[in-house]
């Protein structure tokens, strides 16, 4: 494996809230016991949360350009 290939695995582990790497990487001991709904508000996403998530990931939504500054701006 290529040092740049584990370099990537170890940013992905990072950023993943099921490895316990993305919570020893902020100074935590491990992996809450509520980690599954331990957003910023502590509780489990709404359809709606979900659905405003889906739009701005979606191009061919306005909600797209909207969540980002750079688009938006064009």
């Known amino acids: ?8 695995d170890n940013r992905a582990d990072q950023l ?12 935590m001991d491990g992996r809450p016991s509520d980690w599954s ?3 910023s508000t502590g509780n489990p996403p709404t ?8 739009n701005q990931k979606n191009p061919n939504n306005p909600e797209y350009g909207h969540s980002r500054s750079a688009e938006s701006k064009k």
């Open 16 to 27: 993943n809230t099921n490895n316990e790497k993305y919570y020893s990487s902020r100074g």
């Open 1 to 8: 494996m290529s040092e740049n290939q584990k370099n990537l």
């Open 37 to 39: 709904t331990s957003g």
């Open 47 to 54: 359809q709606g949360d979900l659905d405003n998530r889906s």
